[in-house]
T-cell receptor
Framework: DAGVIQSPRHEVTEMGQEVTLRCKPI?????LFWYRQTMMRGLELLIY????????DSGMPEDRFSAKMPNASFSTLKIQPSEPRDSAVYFC???????????FGPGTRLLVL | DAKTTQPTSMDCAEGRAANLPCNHS???????VYWYRQIHSQGPQYIIH???NNETNEMASLIITEDRKSSTLILPHATLRDTAVYYC??????????????FGKGTHLIIQP
């Protein structure tokens, strides 16, 4: 079975550019999470969706960050404009309601120059 | 969610049992103990979780003290591939809807050949 799929796996961009990260959750899962990992702050929850609806976006650092889940099989995390401090590994995870195990994707390594 | 305390790092010889402690003295009655691990350059991986009884699966055993203020994750026969950062997380069982995980700094377990 395919796990959580994230793309791109690596992204290098210049400050001010728009960045879009993509996630395909495991089929049948109805909850999706976006996390960010940096050396300074560790793993942080940014936002999560249940049944395609954003439930808690309190972890989104600022208005430059936005996330959407147009359907059950796709989500995007967008940063516009990007800044060097956004450089991090961004993970997507999914699970099914009633199941407590979250399955993480391989992450997207973002470097903003 | 309750706060957890873990040692920053631990060493263990290959083939021996690795015992990873976690303190969660402020745990509430409806909070579970979860363990995840993160192998270098990969997304976190679920290991095991429990409420008050000891639990065992194909990966590990979880021993929770009777007062539930601490727990120990046991990898019975550690291999080099078990080198990773191990996270102990305490959280309320979400029941009908999934919610995000709060990661601490974890324990960096190094398996020595």
């Amino acid at each position: 079975d395919a796990g959580v799929i994230q793309s791109p796996r690596h992204e290098v961009t210049e400050m001010g550019q728009e960045v879009t990260l993509r996630c395909k959750p495991i089929s049948g899962h109805n909850s999706l999470f976006w996390y960010r990992q940096t050396m300074m702050r560790g793993l942080e929850l940014l936002i999560y969706f249940n049944n395609n609806v954003p439930i808690d976006d309190s972890g989104m650092p600022e208005d430059r960050f936005s996330a959407k889940m147009p359907n059950a099989s796709f989500s995007t995390l967008k940063i516009q404009p990007s800044e060097p401090r956004d450089s991090a590994v961004y993970f997507c995870a999914s699970t099914r309601t009633g199941k407590e195990t979250q399955y993480f994707g391989p992450g997207t390594r973002l470097l903003v120059l | 969610d309750a706060k957890t305390t873990q040692p920053t790092s631990m060493d263990c010889a290959e083939g021996r049992a690795a015992n990873l402690p976690c303190n969660h003295s402020t745990i509430s009655g409806n909070e579970y103990v979860y363990w995840y691990r993160q192998i270098h350059s990969q997304g976190p991986q679920y290991i095991i979780h429990g409420l008050k009884n000891n639990e065992t699966n194909e990966m590990a055993s979880l021993i929770i003290t009777e007062d539930r203020k601490s727990s120990t994750l046991i990898l019975p026969h550690a291999t080099l591939r078990d080198t990773a950062v191990y996270y102990c997380i305490v959280r309320v069982y979400s029941g009908g809807g999934a919610d995000g995980l709060t990661f601490g700094k974890g324990t960096h377990l190094i398996i020595q050949p």
